[in-house]
């Protein structure tokens, strides 16, 4: 060990007591404020060159600031109480006959899309239901880019009026 690092633990362990008694007030666990204890005496060995010229006000400000990280990390985590209230929160699935109207609606837009010509059904399965890239899909069907945009955008604009047509009945 050198001398200011000799210097530095001396420091170090006369206000650890000092160091111990803050952190237990403001954090009220024994094991976080050894914990944080521990972390300050890391943090000042690695920046022993720095706090060498004041080693007990730079100690003091690094427990400070690690006091502080701790008590906002503290105020993130869930209390039992508010887990609880989490977990009895009602599901957000559908009711049965939300699900059987939703499975009605999939079975229409089925429907619906066989009535497409067939390019405009394969560019529109293609793009949204497979999510292929459009530059792949034009390759494949041999178009441009802008001629699948078009496609895709009849066929949905089709597909809506229908839909809406259907649901009016």
């Known amino acids: 060990m050198t001398s200011y690092e000799d210097d530095l633990l001396s420091a170090f362990?006369?206000?650890?007591?000092?160091?111990?008694?803050?952190?237990?007030?403001?954090t009220g666990s024994y094991q976080d404020a050894e914990d944080i204890t521990q972390e300050a005496w890391i943090k000042l060995a690695r920046?022993?060159?720095?706090?060498?010229?004041?080693?007990?006000?730079?100690?003091?400000?690094?427990?400070?600031?690690?006091?502080?990280?701790?008590?906002?990390?503290?105020?993130?985590?869930?209390?039992?109480?508010?887990?609880n209230e989490i977990l009895s929160l009602p599901e957000d699935r559908p009711d049965p006959e939300r699900e059987?109207?939703?499975?009605?609606?999939?079975?229409?837009?089925?429907r619906i899309m066989d009535e497409l010509p067939d390019r405009q059904r394969k560019i529109l399965i293609a793009t949204r239901l497979h999510q292929r890239p459009h530059a792949e899909v034009a390759d494949e069907f041999s178009v441009s880019v802008r001629m699948i945009e078009?496609?895709?955008?009849?066929?949905?604009?089709?597909?809506?009026a229908r839909l809406d047509e259907i649901n009016r009945i």
């Open 13 to 26: 362990l006369k206000t650890q007591p000092q160091i111990k008694r803050y952190l237990l007030k403001s």
């Open 150 to 160: 078009i496609e895709i955008h009849k066929a949905l604009a089709y597909c809506g």
């Open 100 to 110: 059987a109207d939703g499975h009605d609606q999939l079975r229409m837009l089925s």
């Open 47 to 83: 920046n022993g060159a720095t706090a060498l010229a004041a080693p007990v006000p730079y100690l003091m400000r690094i427990v400070r600031t690690l006091a502080l990280d701790h008590g906002r990390g503290r105020k993130r985590r869930l209390t039992g109480v508010e887990i």
